[in-house]
């Protein structure tokens, strides 16, 4: 398993841009697919973003299509999530996660960050 520690949350207002980033452990990185998930209060996690180990597939949960893009840096042991023209409904716990493929299926994934909090004002 991987560990990983996200950072780059905050508050912002609506329109605004974020970046996150989640640093991950070990010198494997590279072999681990990487997904972005949220969880707003009071509803259940939902997947957000995925990228592959080499960087060459990545999805996106239609709500954030063209606002979000999803990247990596092996070299450094990093994901990155920027959030453009963000939304209130955006605001959640965002956390990454590690597993063997870019899905958006949150069994598929095994280990797992602290989350991060990202509140958009109106």
């Known amino acids: 398993q991987v560990q990983l520690v996200e950072s780059g949350g905050g508050l912002v207002q609506a329109g605004g841009s974020l970046r996150l980033s989640c640093a991950g452990s070990?010198?494997?990185?590279?072999?681990?697919?990487m997904g972005w998930f949220r969880q707003a209060p009071g509803k259940e996690r939902e997947f957000v973003a995925a990228?592959?180990?080499?960087?060459?597939?990545?999805h996106y949960a239609d709500s954030v299509k063209g606002r979000f893009t999803i990247s990596r840096d092996n070299a450094k042991n990093t994901v990155y999530l920027q959030m453009n023209s963000l939304k209130p409904e955006d605001t959640a716990v965002y956390s990454c996660?590690?597993?063997?493929?870019?899905?958006?299926?949150?069994?598929?994934?095994?280990?797992w960050g602290q989350g991060t909090q990202v509140t958009v004002s109106s």
């Open positions: 996660a590690a597993g063997l493929s870019a899905d958006t299926i949150i069994k598929y994934y095994n280990s």
């Open positions: 070990g010198r494997t990185f590279s072999a681990y697919a």
């Open positions: 990228i592959s180990g080499s960087a060459t597939i990545t």
